[in-house]
């Protein structure tokens, strides 16, 4: 383990970039198991990965004993001391006001320093966001940016992808145009789809149905296919959202947020009942030993901590926020998702099409004004 603590105050950021090598900031304060979490998380990640190095923010006499105990991140750790913590009951705009000591506001600055390829953090969400938008700054075309989660769905890939999932609970209809726009580039990269499929989610699929934003968001994104590269098939509902019949769900950061903890709460009801009821007697027991393959399988397929990480997109930056109640295997998933983005240079790809649209939509609107 090295530490970037006596060289942060001597003035100035250490260089923690080696060449060939990732290097991921963790915030190893944030999330609800405390920074032990965190830094297994890491150790397992470290086992997969070893071109991959960490900055790990936080106190250091918490750390350094923790660290210590992993073999796996010997001479793979930086740590950076941060004195201060954000918690989930902080205002996001406490923060950016009084957070500058903070692990977050470290993890989040080591990023925007090049020190860091990737940023992960389990901590509060909207503080996250709103310390990533202060020292990244939104990419060129983003006026909210968005949060993406994968969502295990019937598809050829297995997941499909919706934003926003909580970044902003508003959107007009050229936020929603940059929604499918990040979403499908996101996507695209992560499993191969050359031309995902879009739904825009909806109260129902018939043409007429909807708020005035949604109906002009139909529009746009319809008009745009070929700028960002993705197949247009209407709106969809609810229903759908695990269906093999889209790729990239848009909507607003409302309804997504609700859809996403809906989703969460009824697995765990559902994985609830079925352990209840292979313990409801003799026979089910057995039951229950002769499919312990099948339902091991099942287990691993619906486990979201496989899926752990929701991407903010539209930001000069990579942030990886994994699951507030995320143990070593969802933080190491986080991050592994993390190391992935790093390597793809996506974003570079994104900011392209997202003037292309940003022009082009203002240029279709009368007068000049924003369509």
Same mark, same amino acid.
């Given at each position: 383990?090295?530490?970037?603590?006596?060289?942060?105050?001597?003035g100035?950021?250490?260089?923690?970039?080696?060449?060939?090598?990732?290097?991921?900031?963790?915030?190893?304060?944030?999330?609800?198991?405390?920074?032990?979490?965190?830094?297994?998380?890491?150790?397992?990640?470290?086992?997969?990965h070893?071109?991959?190095d960490?900055?790990?923010?936080?106190?250091?006499?918490?750390?350094?004993?923790l660290?210590?105990r992993?073999?796996d991140?010997?001479?793979?750790?930086?740590?950076?001391?941060?004195?201060?913590?954000?918690?989930?009951?902080?205002?996001?705009?406490h923060v950016? !006001?009084?957070?500058?000591?903070?692990?977050?506001?470290?993890?989040?600055?080591?990023?925007?320093?090049?020190?860091?390829?990737?940023a992960?953090?389990?901590?509060?969400?909207?503080a996250?966001?709103a310390?990533s938008?202060?020292?990244?700054r939104r990419?060129?075309?983003?006026n !909210?940016?968005?949060i993406?989660?994968?969502?295990?769905?019937?598809?050829?890939?297995?997941?499909?992808?919706?934003?926003?999932?909580?970044?902003?609970?508003?959107a007009?209809?050229?936020?929603?145009?940059a929604?499918?726009?990040m979403?499908?580039?996101?996507?695209?990269?992560?499993f191969?789809?050359?031309?995902?499929?879009?739904?825009?989610l909806?109260?129902?699929?018939?043409?007429?149905?909807?708020?005035?934003?949604?109906?002009?968001?139909?529009?746009?994104?319809a008009?745009?296919?070929?700028?960002? !590269?993705?197949?247009?098939?209407?709106f969809v509902?609810?229903?759908?959202?695990p269906?093999?019949r889209?790729?990239?769900?848009?909507?607003?950061g409302?309804?997504?947020?609700?859809?996403?903890k809906t989703?969460?709460?009824?697995?765990?009801?559902?994985?609830?009942?079925?352990r209840g009821?292979?313990?409801?007697?003799?026979?089910?027991?057995?039951?229950?030993?002769?499919? !312990?393959?099948?339902?091991?399988?099942f287990?691993q397929?619906?486990?979201?901590?496989?899926?752990?990480?929701?991407?903010?997109?539209?930001?000069?930056?990579?942030?990886?926020k994994s699951?507030?109640?995320?143990d070593?295997?969802?933080?190491?998933?986080?991050?592994?998702?993390?190391?992935?983005?790093?390597?793809?240079?996506?974003?570079?790809?994104?900011?392209?099409?997202?003037?292309?649209?940003a022009?082009?939509?203002?240029?279709?609107?009368?007068n000049?004004?924003?369509?």
């Amino acid at each position: 383990m090295t530490s970037a603590a006596d060289h942060q105050q001597a003035g100035g950021p250490a260089d923690t970039r080696v060449p060939g090598r990732i290097v991921i900031s963790v915030d190893a304060m944030g999330g609800d198991r405390g920074p032990e979490a965190v830094v297994a998380g890491c150790a397992l990640l470290a086992r997969e990965h070893p071109q991959v190095d960490f900055l790990l923010h936080g106190k250091s006499a918490e750390l350094e004993p923790l660290i210590a105990r992993q073999s796996d991140l010997a001479g793979r750790c930086t740590l950076v001391h941060a004195e201060a913590a954000v918690t989930m009951d902080d205002k996001p705009s406490h923060v950016m !006001r009084h957070g500058k000591d903070t692990s977050m506001w470290s993890t989040i600055g080591a990023l925007k320093d090049g020190r860091a390829q990737a940023a992960v953090s389990c901590g509060n969400t909207g503080a996250l966001m709103a310390v990533s938008m202060l020292q990244l700054r939104r990419m060129e075309g983003v006026n !909210r940016p968005a949060i993406a989660c994968l969502w295990p769905s019937r598809g050829r890939h297995g997941f499909n992808t919706m934003l926003d999932v909580g970044a902003d609970i508003k959107a007009e209809a050229e936020d929603l145009l940059a929604y499918a726009i990040m979403g499908t580039t996101y996507f695209r990269n992560d499993f191969g789809e050359p031309r995902p499929r879009v739904g825009l989610l909806n109260v129902g699929t018939e043409d007429h149905k909807g708020r005035a934003e949604i109906k002009a968001a139909h529009d746009l994104i319809a008009r745009h296919q070929d700028t960002g !590269r993705y197949e247009y098939i209407g709106f969809v509902e609810g229903s759908d959202i695990p269906s093999a019949r889209v790729d990239v769900i848009v909507t607003d950061g409302f309804t997504g947020n609700i859809a996403l903890k809906t989703g969460e709460g009824t697995a765990k009801l559902i994985a609830d009942l079925l352990r209840g009821a292979l313990k409801s007697g003799a026979l089910a027991l057995v039951g229950a030993l002769l499919a !312990r393959g099948a339902l091991r399988r099942f287990a691993q397929r619906v486990d979201p901590r496989r899926a752990n990480g929701g991407v903010f997109l539209g930001l000069n930056g990579t942030v990886v926020k994994s699951h507030g109640a995320s143990d070593a295997t969802g933080v190491a998933a986080a991050i592994r998702l993390a190391v992935k983005l790093a390597q793809s240079g996506y974003r570079g790809r994104m900011a392209e099409r997202l003037v292309i649209a940003a022009q082009s939509a203002q240029d279709a609107a009368p007068n000049g004004e924003t369509a």
